[in-house]
């Protein structure tokens, strides 16, 4: 502390207005006894507040300089500020402040804080009068600790209770800690890693693309349709996976093929029941084309254009077989099944055009008679 100094302040700010507000007790608080009654009559109506803490420090300080006597004179004064903690705030410390100065005229004073936006005002006093000291009150249990932890308590609390949180942050968890665990029991834990990363990079994808918010518009669409869709897409996916197997098994064989050579490998390999990857990708678009079909049939709409998709892809796919015979086997004959490449194609080509006729006259026959205006 400072030697020349002869008269202390012993001064403690509340600068949210707590202390004025609660006890209805204006300030400036000069005095040990007036600011004892005030501590009291604060701790009766606001027991759990900070400032009740700070506001009986200050008096503890004073105490221990009158008795130490390190000053000639020293005087105690609580100053209350304003809940807004703004500018009004500051300027109502700032005039209670100097007209306490006016009236103990101090040498200096012992700012009392109990940290946080309180000591925002050091710069203020010391423009009033010197600092000496600044004295922290560290509070076991503030007031903003308490509501941290309430709020915390609060958060696990829903978490635990509520069906959707407990399923993302305990269910989940404890689902992958399940998996570890049965997977370290035989040795197998590496493969947890894998297993974690599949499932977050699919959660990513899913939310990400908004994948879970598409998939519930479809179904609400039309279930037949979303149906046929997810079976061809998962059929289309094994024959994919067929298909670049049966290059794999052809690589083996054929050690420096031809680019051309590798496709025609991919679109002829054997699938299943006599169909190869061409056929069977064309099966997996028809059966999408069947949900849509029947949606539309039972809706009463046209089903002419599935119809006339379906037959066509099909025949792409023949005549892609055809391709990649070829392209595999440069030394095939010109003719397959019975048929050269130009006669295949024109077979289709007219299979397909009276498909497209019969449907149209069969629909124009069957269509409904409208009245000619007179």
Request: aromatic residues 10%; proline residues 4%.
């Amino acid at each position: 502390m400072d030697s020349n100094a002869n008269s202390v302040l012993i001064l403690y700010i509340d600068r949210d207005g707590d202390i004025e507000k609660i006890t209805n007790v204006k300030t400036p608080i000069i005095g040990r006894e007036e600011n004892l009654k005030v501590a009291q009559l604060f701790g009766l109506l606001s027991p759990d507040d900070s400032d009740l803490n700070a506001l009986y420090y200050s008096i503890k300080i004073y105490d221990e300089i009158k008795s130490k006597g390190n000053f000639k004179s020293c005087e105690i004064v609580t100053i209350s500020g304003d809940p807004s903690e703004g500018i009004t705030a500051d300027i109502k410390i700032r005039d209670e402040l100097i007209k306490t100065c006016s009236l103990i005229k101090p040498d200096g004073v012992i700012f009392v804080s109990d940290g946080g936006r309180d000591e925002l005002i050091i710069p203020l006093i010391s423009s009033i009068v010197p600092i000496i000291s600044i004295k922290r009150v560290i509070v076991g249990q503030s007031k903003s600790v308490e509501e941290t932890y309430m709020i915390i308590y609060k958060y696990i609390k829903k978490i635990v209770h509520d069906p959707y949180l407990s399923k993302v942050f305990l269910g989940i968890p404890g689902l992958l800690l399940l998996i570890y665990g049965i997977l370290a029991i035989f040795n197998l834990g590496y493969i947890f890693s894998i297993i974690f990363l599949l499932v977050v990079g699919t959660v990513a994808i899913v939310k990400g693309f908004s994948v879970d918010i598409a998939i519930k518009k479809e179904w609400s669409a039309s279930k037949i349709q979303f149906i046929a869709g997810i079976l061809s897409f998962i059929l289309g996916l094994i024959v994919i996976y067929n298909g670049i197997n049966g290059v794999y098994e052809f690589l083996k064989t054929e050690p420096n093929p031809s680019y051309l050579q590798i496709l025609g490998v991919f679109m002829i390999t054997p699938f299943a029941y006599g169909l190869n990857t061409l056929h069977s990708l064309a099966v997996c678009v028809i059966i999408f084309l069947s949900g849509r079909m029947v949606d539309n049939y039972l809706e009463n709409k046209n089903i002419k254009y599935e119809v006339i998709y379906s037959v066509f892809i099909f025949s792409l796919s023949i005549v892609g077989t055809y391709i990649g015979f070829i392209i595999t086997k440069p030394g095939l004959p010109s003719n397959l099944w019975g048929f050269d490449f130009l006669t295949m194609i024109l077979i289709l080509f007219l299979l397909n055009a009276i498909m497209i006729v019969t449907i149209s006259v069969y629909e124009r026959l069957n269509k409904p008679n409208t009245p000619k205006e007179k």
